[in-house]
């Protein structure tokens, strides 16, 4: 096979920009199949051509591949080149942005067949496509940050793509501002490095801390850590941060599929893995790491537990399970955090876009509560979606299973003082994620078919309350998803279920490659990632016990089935027991349900003192007293210019002689002043 010139590096990112340039321009003239193809051609092209370069690099033994187009930014004693890389850790994510997009391109075509704006939905998704190959293609931070704040803006358009529904144009508005917050501690940290190595290249800098031992627990360093976290943790939802990402689920649902669940939030998991050398020369910044993973992962599984609405189910387990990675970045377990971005890509991409495929057959509903008896109705959905629910729940063979035991394993044999109060954490956060997620598959697939009933009371022009969980749901009757009333649920196109099935056998069978040995597995991934993680100052892991690593692996085993009996008895067997206990501890019930009033306390503490700040005081200050009044004094002085001319130029002769000899007396006592003083000195 022959090599891959470095050349084509640039065609990833490039492909799906022109993409965005044709749609965008043309594609409102153009037909929906046209637009179509576009879209499909110039996000698979880039997916061939990496899986073209992961199997030439494979077969040629070879590390890296760069390609340097020169010089970007050249100033006295700072240079910053347009230059791409890859490694094996860019390939993973590579082949996940690629791969899984052009997948999710797929299903797109079906479920937006019939949205307005159907041209720019494609421009967008294209444009986020460039911006996220350029951040993983990046060989310095200044680079990774255009492609950083780049997938910004695209997550900004698609998540307000309807913009004249308030509440996802508002979505958009807060994932762009809650983003900033952590990029502005991304800046900061590229301060620093600029500061201490002169530099922004990740060789340069990562070449320099690996020659400097002495380094270890630096503050400078530290610091930069630290804040490379705060950017982390605007990007991949982490407390306090994640507020942004529950809300976004406002966009069409392949957005919540491609950016908030497969792509995007991961590059938070991916810049720091990225900066592990940094990492690991800071023992507070890991600790740090793994602290906010770990109270992410259970802080979301709770709030997910009570959660209604189909596609904020699975935002909340998404923030919870980029917990998990962030967990394992902190331990230094990189290998295992990458294994579970892998297969939550596949998993959770699935169950998102199986989401999508069960609202498109109940014509738009999302929840819940108003869903049931699917399975016969939607049997492709059903098993598919099956399949994504195992995964994550961590059920054997299911790929979930293999990368969340290998970062609880990673975690317990760390050398992390806190290692068993992160295992105990990832593992109750284990059992909440199985009990949520059979917790949806049972309402929305199992029991009396609620949508039916809708249908039925709908042509007779009814409304009523169906008793489910704890609260009654009003059914009324409305004009909305009014043909899918008259047709009942129904299975969604081929061109939706085809991406379904893939992702389905991804979920199935993906795992083995992070297969442990005492399951006869290789741990490939591992191996595969061990060049781009090697370091000397990486914190000690225990040596590997395949009696304890099969233990712990029972352990979660046992704890996921829990989660799926208590699901069972509560959402199937005996469905009052879950209202009852919901009444019995109203207020635990309310604290959940309101998620912690977390979004009320931002708005009432931070957001509301900011607006009054800036349109009081600021507004009193700087616009009434700076802006108006410069305004009102330039005004005043016009008038008094324009008065005194008015006395002058009045076109009477004895105002005019007047006026002469008053000059000339102030012409004669300047002379005689002058000369005065001219002659006493």
């Not at 491609?258 to 507070?284: E, Q």
């Not at 196109?493 to 379904?500: A, G, K, Q, S």
Request: proline fraction near 4%; charge should be neutral; include cysteine.
């Amino acid at each position: 096979m022959s090599p891959m010139p470095a050349s084509y590096l640039w065609l990833i990112p490039l492909l799906p920009f022109a993409g965005f340039l044709i749609n965008g321009t043309l594609g409102r003239r153009l037909p929906r199949a046209a637009v179509s193809a576009v879209a499909l051609l110039f996000t698979a092209a880039p997916a061939a051509l990496v899986a073209w370069l992961c199997a030439t690099m494979r077969a040629a033994g070879e590390l890296t591949m760069s390609s340097n187009a020169g010089p970007w930014i050249q100033v006295t004693g700072f240079q910053a080149d347009f230059a791409f890389t890859v490694d094996h850790l860019t390939l993973v994510m590579l082949g996940v942005v690629t791969g899984v997009g052009f997948i999710i391109h797929i299903y797109s075509v079906g479920y937006m067949a019939e949205e307005e704006g159907y041209w720019r939905f494609f421009a967008y998704l294209n444009l986020f496509m460039f911006f996220m190959s350029v951040l993983v293609l990046a060989e310095s931070f200044l680079l990774l940050f255009v492609g950083w704040e780049g997938v910004g803006l695209a997550s900004y358009l698609l998540i307000g793509f309807y913009f004249r529904k308030t509440s996802a144009a508002n979505a958009g508005k807060k994932a762009f501002i809650v983003n900033r917050i952590g990029d502005f501690g991304f800046l900061l940290a590229m301060f620093l490095l600029v500061a201490h190595f002169g530099s922004l290249n990740f060789t340069q800098i990562f070449a320099t801390v690996g020659q400097h031992p002495e380094w270890q627990g630096a503050r400078f360093l530290t610091a930069i850590a630290l804040l490379l976290v705060l950017g982390a943790a605007g990007k991949s939802a982490q407390i306090p941060l994640y507020v942004w990402l529950p809300d976004a689920m406002e966009g069409p649902t392949p957005v919540s599929a491609l950016i908030h669940a497969a792509t995007m939030v991961t590059a938070g998991i991916y810049m720091v893995a990225r900066c592990h050398t940094l990492f690991d020369r800071s023992p507070l910044a890991l600790a740090v790491v793994a602290c906010i993973g770990a109270a992410t992962a259970i802080f979301a599984a709770s709030i997910g537990m009570v959660q209604h609405d189909i596609k904020r189910v699975l935002a909340y387990s998404t923030v919870s399970q980029l917990g998990y990675m962030f967990m394992a970045c902190g331990v230094g377990a990189y290998a295992a955090g990458i294994f579970h971005l892998l297969t939550h890509a596949f998993f959770k991409a699935l169950l998102f876009l199986a989401a999508g495929s069960v609202i498109h057959a109940l014509g738009g509903e999302q929840d819940l509560r108003r869903m049931g008896g699917l399975r016969t109705r939607t049997p492709i959905t059903f098993w598919t979606m099956s399949a994504g629910v195992f995964a994550i729940a961590g059920i054997p063979p299911f790929a979930g299973f293999f990368s969340k035991d290998e970062i609880l394993y990673r975690t317990f044999t760390s050398p992390s003082p806190l290692h068993i109060v992160l295992w105990m954490v990832g593992l109750i956060t284990a059992g909440m994620t199985s009990f949520y997620m059979f917790r949806l598959w049972f309402k929305t697939f199992f029991g009396p078919a609620y949508f039916d009933e809708q249908r039925n009371l709908h042509d007779h022009g009814a409304a009523m309350y169906l008793q489910s969980g704890t609260h009654a749901v009003m059914v009324a009757d409305h004009d909305e998803g009014h043909a899918a009333h008259e047709r009942g649920a129904h299975e969604s196109p081929w061109i939706m279920l085809f991406p379904l099935i893939i992702l389905a056998i991804l979920s199935v069978v993906g795992g083995f490659v992070g297969a442990p040995s005492f399951l006869f597995g290789h741990d490939e991934i591992g191996r595969f990632l061990d060049p781009v993680f090697a370091s000397d100052a990486a914190p000690a892991a225990a040596s590997a016990s395949h009696g304890l690593e099969a233990l712990l692996a029972a352990i979660s085993v046992l704890i996921a089935a829990l989660g799926y009996y208590i699901a069972y008895v509560f959402y199937y067997k005996k469905p009052e027991m879950a209202a009852a206990l919901a009444d019995r501890h109203k207020a635990a019930y309310a604290l959940l349900s309101h998620k912690y009033w977390v979004d009320e306390f931002y708005s009432n503490f931070l957001v509301l003192p900011l607006l009054m700040f800036t349109r009081g005081i600021l507004e009193l200050i700087f616009e009434r007293g700076v802006v108006n009044g410069s305004a009102r004094a330039a005004g005043m002085g016009t008038r008094g210019f324009a008065w005194f001319a008015r006395k002058q130029i009045s076109g009477n002769i004895r105002s005019y002689a007047g006026w002469l000899a008053i000059g000339a007396a102030a012409v004669l006592a300047v002379m005689i002043f002058g000369r005065s003083l001219w002659v006493r000195s």
